[in-house]
Protein backbone atom coordinates (compact mmCIF):
# COMPACT_ATOMS: atom_id res chain seq x y z
CA UNK A 1 0.00 0.00 0.00
CA UNK A 2 0.96 3.38 -0.58
CA UNK A 3 1.59 5.44 2.06
CA UNK A 4 1.03 9.36 2.42
CA UNK A 5 4.11 10.88 2.11
CA UNK A 6 5.15 9.31 -1.37
CA UNK A 7 7.77 11.63 -2.75
CA UNK A 8 6.43 13.92 -4.44
CA UNK A 9 3.39 14.10 -2.85
CA UNK A 10 1.92 17.19 -1.21
CA UNK A 11 2.31 16.46 2.67
CA UNK A 12 -1.12 15.55 4.22
CA UNK A 13 -2.16 14.71 7.41
CA UNK A 14 -4.19 11.94 8.30
CA UNK A 15 -6.78 12.28 10.57
CA UNK A 16 -6.44 8.94 12.16
CA UNK A 17 -3.69 6.08 12.43
CA UNK A 18 -2.43 5.56 9.19
CA UNK A 19 -0.69 2.35 9.03
CA UNK A 20 2.22 2.12 6.69
CA UNK A 21 3.20 -1.69 5.12
CA UNK A 22 6.22 -0.89 2.95
CA UNK A 23 7.09 -3.97 0.76
CA UNK A 24 9.48 -6.29 1.56
CA UNK A 25 12.43 -5.26 -1.13
CA UNK A 26 12.67 -7.99 -4.25
CA UNK A 27 16.13 -6.61 -5.36
CA UNK A 28 18.68 -5.22 -3.44
CA UNK A 29 18.38 -1.67 -2.07
CA UNK A 30 21.07 0.52 -2.98
CA UNK A 31 21.92 2.54 0.65
CA UNK A 32 24.81 4.62 1.80
CA UNK A 33 24.55 4.29 5.75
CA UNK A 34 26.03 7.25 8.02
CA UNK A 35 27.20 5.73 11.45
CA UNK A 36 28.94 6.92 14.55
CA UNK A 37 30.74 3.66 14.93
CA UNK A 38 29.64 2.55 17.83
CA UNK A 39 28.67 -0.79 19.79
CA UNK A 40 25.44 -1.20 17.60
CA UNK A 41 26.64 1.00 14.29
CA UNK A 42 29.09 -1.85 14.19
CA UNK A 43 26.29 -4.68 14.16
CA UNK A 44 24.44 -2.85 12.17
CA UNK A 45 27.45 -2.52 9.24
CA UNK A 46 28.08 -6.13 10.09
CA UNK A 47 24.35 -6.97 8.45
CA UNK A 48 23.80 -4.51 6.11
CA UNK A 49 27.42 -5.60 3.94
CA UNK A 50 26.15 -9.10 4.54
CA UNK A 51 22.72 -8.92 4.37
CA UNK A 52 21.75 -9.71 -0.37
CA UNK A 53 19.34 -7.33 0.07
CA UNK A 54 21.69 -4.36 0.61
CA UNK A 55 24.09 -2.90 -1.07
CA UNK A 56 25.92 -0.31 0.57
CA UNK A 57 27.40 2.05 -1.67
CA UNK A 58 29.19 4.44 0.86
CA UNK A 59 29.53 5.16 4.40
CA UNK A 60 30.23 8.57 6.61
CA UNK A 61 31.01 8.46 9.50
CA UNK A 62 29.89 11.52 11.95
CA UNK A 63 31.34 11.89 15.83
CA UNK A 64 28.82 10.91 18.14
CA UNK A 65 29.64 7.52 20.42
CA UNK A 66 33.25 8.26 19.92
CA UNK A 67 35.30 11.42 17.85
CA UNK A 68 35.07 10.96 14.17
CA UNK A 69 38.52 10.02 13.53
CA UNK A 70 37.57 7.04 16.26
CA UNK A 71 34.69 6.22 14.27
CA UNK A 72 35.93 5.96 11.17
CA UNK A 73 38.90 3.55 12.80
CA UNK A 74 36.12 1.30 13.97
CA UNK A 75 33.76 1.34 11.00
CA UNK A 76 37.15 0.32 8.96
CA UNK A 77 38.38 -2.51 11.40
CA UNK A 78 34.76 -3.61 11.14
CA UNK A 79 34.75 -3.62 7.66
CA UNK A 80 38.34 -5.88 7.75
CA UNK A 81 36.93 -8.57 10.73
CA UNK A 82 33.55 -9.35 8.57
CA UNK A 83 36.25 -9.25 5.17
CA UNK A 84 33.71 -6.42 3.37
CA UNK A 85 35.04 -5.58 -0.34
CA UNK A 86 36.38 -1.77 -0.54
CA UNK A 87 33.38 0.63 0.74
CA UNK A 88 34.00 4.18 0.57
CA UNK A 89 34.19 5.63 3.85
CA UNK A 90 34.41 9.11 4.93
CA UNK A 91 34.60 10.88 7.80
CA UNK A 92 32.25 13.89 8.29
CA UNK A 93 31.34 16.32 11.21
CA UNK A 94 33.57 17.05 13.84
CA UNK A 95 30.60 18.05 16.43
CA UNK A 96 27.44 19.36 16.19
CA UNK A 97 25.91 22.20 14.44
CA UNK A 98 25.23 24.30 18.22
CA UNK A 99 25.96 21.85 20.75
CA UNK A 100 29.58 20.65 21.99
CA UNK A 101 30.54 17.01 21.23
CA UNK A 102 29.18 14.67 24.33
CA UNK A 103 30.15 11.33 23.41
CA UNK A 104 28.70 8.43 24.69
CA UNK A 105 31.90 6.55 26.00
CA UNK A 106 30.32 5.44 29.27
CA UNK A 107 27.83 2.84 27.52
CA UNK A 108 30.27 2.44 23.90
CA UNK A 109 33.70 2.45 25.69
CA UNK A 110 36.54 4.69 25.11
CA UNK A 111 37.01 3.87 22.02
CA UNK A 112 33.28 3.08 20.88
CA UNK A 113 33.58 -0.79 20.68
CA UNK A 114 33.46 -1.32 23.78
CA UNK A 115 36.40 -4.33 24.95
CA UNK A 116 36.83 -5.28 21.52
CA UNK A 117 40.55 -4.22 19.97
CA UNK A 118 41.10 -5.20 16.76
CA UNK A 119 44.08 -5.31 14.66
CA UNK A 120 44.81 -1.72 12.58
CA UNK A 121 43.35 -1.48 9.40
CA UNK A 122 44.82 -0.57 6.32
CA UNK A 123 41.74 0.47 4.68
CA UNK A 124 42.09 4.47 3.79
CA UNK A 125 39.34 7.22 4.29
CA UNK A 126 38.24 8.78 1.18
CA UNK A 127 40.17 12.09 0.79
CA UNK A 128 36.72 13.93 0.59
CA UNK A 129 34.11 15.23 3.36
CA UNK A 130 31.43 13.17 3.94
CA UNK A 131 29.22 15.49 2.88
CA UNK A 132 31.08 15.40 -1.07
CA UNK A 133 31.20 11.28 -0.52
CA UNK A 134 27.22 12.16 -0.32
CA UNK A 135 27.62 14.35 -3.02
CA UNK A 136 29.62 12.23 -5.15
CA UNK A 137 27.49 8.73 -4.66
CA UNK A 138 23.91 10.55 -5.23
CA UNK A 139 25.21 12.42 -8.40
CA UNK A 140 26.42 9.00 -9.89
CA UNK A 141 23.42 7.36 -9.32
CA UNK A 142 20.92 5.88 -11.82
CA UNK A 143 18.41 4.25 -8.83
CA UNK A 144 17.02 6.60 -5.64
CA UNK A 145 19.13 5.70 -2.61
CA UNK A 146 18.13 5.32 0.57
CA UNK A 147 19.99 7.14 3.37
CA UNK A 148 20.59 4.98 6.69
CA UNK A 149 21.67 7.06 9.43
CA UNK A 150 22.52 5.64 13.08
CA UNK A 151 23.84 8.66 14.39
CA UNK A 152 23.68 11.91 14.86
CA UNK A 153 22.37 13.71 11.75
CA UNK A 154 25.06 16.18 11.64
CA UNK A 155 26.04 14.89 8.16
CA UNK A 156 22.83 14.89 6.61
CA UNK A 157 21.71 18.24 8.10
CA UNK A 158 24.91 19.89 6.03
CA UNK A 159 24.30 17.77 3.16
CA UNK A 160 20.32 19.14 2.96
CA UNK A 161 21.72 22.82 3.08
CA UNK A 162 24.45 22.28 0.74
CA UNK A 163 23.17 20.18 -1.95
CA UNK A 164 18.91 20.68 -1.83
CA UNK A 165 18.70 19.57 -5.63
CA UNK A 166 19.90 15.94 -4.44
CA UNK A 167 17.51 15.47 -2.33
CA UNK A 168 15.16 14.32 -4.74
CA UNK A 169 17.69 11.32 -5.51
CA UNK A 170 17.23 9.94 -1.53
CA UNK A 171 14.62 6.88 -1.72
CA UNK A 172 13.92 7.50 2.14
CA UNK A 173 16.05 8.45 5.05
CA UNK A 174 15.67 5.56 7.71
CA UNK A 175 16.99 7.09 10.85
CA UNK A 176 17.61 5.24 14.15
CA UNK A 177 16.79 8.09 16.58
CA UNK A 178 13.63 9.39 18.59
CA UNK A 179 11.01 7.96 20.48
CA UNK A 180 7.77 8.27 20.58
CA UNK A 181 7.41 7.31 24.09
CA UNK A 182 10.77 6.95 26.45
CA UNK A 183 14.14 8.74 26.29
CA UNK A 184 17.60 8.00 27.14
CA UNK A 185 19.59 10.55 26.79
CA UNK A 186 17.22 12.76 28.55
CA UNK A 187 13.98 11.31 30.52
CA UNK A 188 12.35 12.25 26.54
CA UNK A 189 15.21 13.06 23.96
CA UNK A 190 16.78 9.73 22.49
CA UNK A 191 20.69 10.29 22.11
CA UNK A 192 20.93 10.63 18.04
CA UNK A 193 18.89 13.50 17.80
CA UNK A 194 19.67 15.18 21.49
CA UNK A 195 23.55 15.57 20.37
CA UNK A 196 22.59 17.40 17.57
CA UNK A 197 18.71 18.36 17.72
CA UNK A 198 19.12 21.23 14.97
CA UNK A 199 20.05 18.74 12.62
CA UNK A 200 17.73 16.40 13.29
CA UNK A 201 15.09 19.26 12.84
CA UNK A 202 16.66 20.35 9.71
CA UNK A 203 17.01 16.59 8.02
CA UNK A 204 13.25 15.80 9.25
CA UNK A 205 11.25 19.10 7.59
CA UNK A 206 13.42 18.56 4.50
CA UNK A 207 10.55 17.04 2.83
CA UNK A 208 12.79 13.19 1.74
CA UNK A 209 9.85 10.45 3.16
CA UNK A 210 11.35 9.38 6.85
CA UNK A 211 10.77 6.09 8.39
CA UNK A 212 11.54 6.22 12.35
CA UNK A 213 13.37 3.45 13.99
CA UNK A 214 13.49 4.98 17.33
CA UNK A 215 13.45 3.39 21.18
CA UNK A 216 10.06 1.95 20.84
CA UNK A 217 11.89 -0.83 19.14
CA UNK A 218 15.18 -0.41 19.53
CA UNK A 219 14.97 -1.25 23.33
CA UNK A 220 13.20 -4.13 22.77
CA UNK A 221 15.18 -6.54 20.40
CA UNK A 222 17.28 -7.99 23.59
CA UNK A 223 19.72 -10.99 22.65
CA UNK A 224 19.07 -13.51 25.28
CA UNK A 225 21.62 -14.17 27.76
CA UNK A 226 22.61 -17.53 26.98
CA UNK A 227 23.26 -16.61 23.47
CA UNK A 228 25.32 -13.82 24.47
CA UNK A 229 27.30 -15.87 26.31
CA UNK A 230 27.76 -18.23 23.91
CA UNK A 231 28.93 -16.04 21.18
CA UNK A 232 31.62 -14.96 23.71
CA UNK A 233 33.08 -18.39 23.78
CA UNK A 234 33.01 -19.03 20.45
CA UNK A 235 36.46 -19.00 18.82
CA UNK A 236 35.16 -18.22 15.64
CA UNK A 237 36.47 -13.77 15.35
CA UNK A 238 33.30 -12.52 14.67
CA UNK A 239 30.68 -14.31 16.76
CA UNK A 240 33.28 -13.87 19.73
CA UNK A 241 33.80 -9.99 18.68
CA UNK A 242 29.90 -10.01 18.25
CA UNK A 243 29.71 -11.60 22.03
CA UNK A 244 32.23 -8.88 23.40
CA UNK A 245 30.26 -6.24 21.78
CA UNK A 246 26.98 -7.54 23.43
CA UNK A 247 28.19 -8.15 26.55
CA UNK A 248 29.96 -5.09 27.17
CA UNK A 249 29.11 -3.41 30.80
CA UNK A 250 28.19 0.28 30.29
CA UNK A 251 28.75 1.43 33.85
CA UNK A 252 28.01 5.75 34.47
CA UNK A 253 30.36 7.25 36.49
CA UNK A 254 28.40 9.96 37.80
CA UNK A 255 25.56 7.90 38.92
CA UNK A 256 26.94 4.35 39.14
CA UNK A 257 23.93 3.26 37.11
CA UNK A 258 25.75 0.27 35.18
CA UNK A 259 23.99 -2.14 32.25
CA UNK A 260 24.90 -4.62 29.59
CA UNK A 261 24.34 -3.62 26.28
CA UNK A 262 22.35 -6.57 25.36
CA UNK A 263 20.24 -5.22 22.45
CA UNK A 264 21.15 -5.56 18.60
CA UNK A 265 20.46 -1.45 18.44
CA UNK A 266 20.72 0.21 15.34
CA UNK A 267 21.31 -3.02 13.21
CA UNK A 268 17.32 -3.37 13.93
CA UNK A 269 16.83 -0.30 11.61
CA UNK A 270 18.38 -2.29 8.51
CA UNK A 271 16.52 -5.27 9.74
CA UNK A 272 13.78 -3.26 9.53
CA UNK A 273 14.36 -2.21 5.46
CA UNK A 274 15.08 -5.36 4.55
CA UNK A 275 12.68 -7.63 6.64
CA UNK A 276 9.60 -5.14 6.81
CA UNK A 277 6.82 -7.60 7.45
CA UNK A 278 8.50 -8.02 10.98
CA UNK A 279 7.09 -4.53 12.21
CA UNK A 280 4.54 -2.72 12.61
CA UNK A 281 4.77 0.83 11.48
CA UNK A 282 2.09 4.03 11.62
CA UNK A 283 2.22 7.35 10.29
CA UNK A 284 2.48 10.24 12.31
CA UNK A 285 3.42 14.10 12.64
CA UNK A 286 7.27 14.48 14.12
CA UNK A 287 8.90 17.54 14.75
CA UNK A 288 12.17 17.73 16.86
CA UNK A 289 11.92 20.09 20.35
CA UNK A 290 14.86 22.62 19.26
CA UNK A 291 14.02 24.58 22.22
CA UNK A 292 16.36 25.06 25.35
CA UNK A 293 13.71 23.70 27.35
CA UNK A 294 12.85 20.15 29.24
CA UNK A 295 12.11 18.33 26.21
CA UNK A 296 14.75 19.86 24.07
CA UNK A 297 15.80 16.97 21.52
CA UNK A 298 12.90 15.09 21.86
CA UNK A 299 10.82 14.00 18.75
CA UNK A 300 7.17 15.27 19.42
CA UNK A 301 5.39 12.58 18.04
CA UNK A 302 1.57 14.18 17.81
CA UNK A 303 -0.62 11.03 18.03
CA UNK A 304 -3.49 12.80 18.24
CA UNK A 305 -6.40 11.76 15.53
CA UNK A 306 -6.73 15.28 14.59
CA UNK A 307 -5.44 18.20 13.49
CA UNK A 308 -5.95 21.74 15.44
CA UNK A 309 -6.57 22.03 19.18
CA UNK A 310 -6.07 24.78 21.44
CA UNK A 311 -2.54 25.61 20.19
CA UNK A 312 -3.57 25.78 16.98
CA UNK A 313 -2.95 24.08 13.37
CA UNK A 314 -0.02 22.14 12.86
CA UNK A 315 2.34 23.93 10.45
CA UNK A 316 4.96 22.88 7.53
CA UNK A 317 7.46 21.82 9.94
CA UNK A 318 6.04 18.89 11.26
CA UNK A 319 6.68 15.99 8.98
CA UNK A 320 4.77 12.87 8.82
CA UNK A 321 6.76 9.84 9.66
CA UNK A 322 6.43 6.17 9.00
CA UNK A 323 7.21 5.19 12.74
CA UNK A 324 8.42 1.60 13.93
CA UNK A 325 5.79 0.85 17.08
CA UNK A 326 6.19 -3.41 17.15
CA UNK A 327 8.53 -5.67 16.63
CA UNK A 328 8.46 -9.54 16.02
CA UNK A 329 11.86 -9.88 18.23
CA UNK A 330 12.58 -13.51 17.69
CA UNK A 331 12.26 -13.34 14.04
CA UNK A 332 14.52 -10.30 13.87
CA UNK A 333 16.78 -11.81 15.93
CA UNK A 334 16.83 -14.99 14.14
CA UNK A 335 17.09 -12.54 10.54
CA UNK A 336 20.23 -10.86 12.62
CA UNK A 337 22.22 -13.95 13.14
CA UNK A 338 21.43 -16.22 10.29
CA UNK A 339 22.46 -13.23 8.03
CA UNK A 340 25.84 -12.15 10.32
CA UNK A 341 26.99 -15.88 11.37
CA UNK A 342 25.08 -18.40 9.71
CA UNK A 343 25.89 -20.50 6.33
CA UNK A 344 24.16 -18.14 4.23
CA UNK A 345 26.33 -14.83 5.63
CA UNK A 346 29.35 -14.74 2.26
CA UNK A 347 31.74 -16.15 4.57
C1 LIG B 1 21.64 5.48 19.66
O1 LIG B 1 22.66 6.20 20.34
C2 LIG B 1 23.91 5.59 20.16
O2 LIG B 1 24.57 5.50 21.38
C3 LIG B 1 23.64 4.23 19.55
O3 LIG B 1 24.68 3.88 18.65
C4 LIG B 1 22.33 4.41 18.83
O4 LIG B 1 22.53 4.88 17.52
C5 LIG B 1 20.65 4.98 20.68
O5 LIG B 1 20.09 6.04 21.37
CA1 LIG C 1 24.71 4.80 16.49
Redesign the pocket.
Known sequence: MEPPHTKGQPVSYQAAVTPYAPETPSEPVPVILD???????AMAIMFAVRHPLVDVQAITCVA??ASVDQVVRNTQQILDLIGAPEIPVAAGALRPLVEVPRH?SW??GETGLGTVDLPPTQRTPEPVHAVELLRRTLAATDRPITLVT??PMTNLALFVRTYPDLLERIERIVF??GSASIG??TAVA???V??DPEAAHIVLSSGVPLTMYG?DV?NRVVVPAERRAALKASADPIEHTLGALLGHVAVDPDSGHSFEYQVI??AGAVCALVAPDLFTFEVWPVQVDISQGLARGATVVDRRPYDGGEGGERDSEWRPSAIALQVQVPAVLDLFFDTVTGPAANR
Not at 35 to 41: A, H, P, R
Open positions: VDTGIDDGNAVHLAMGNAEFNWHLFGD
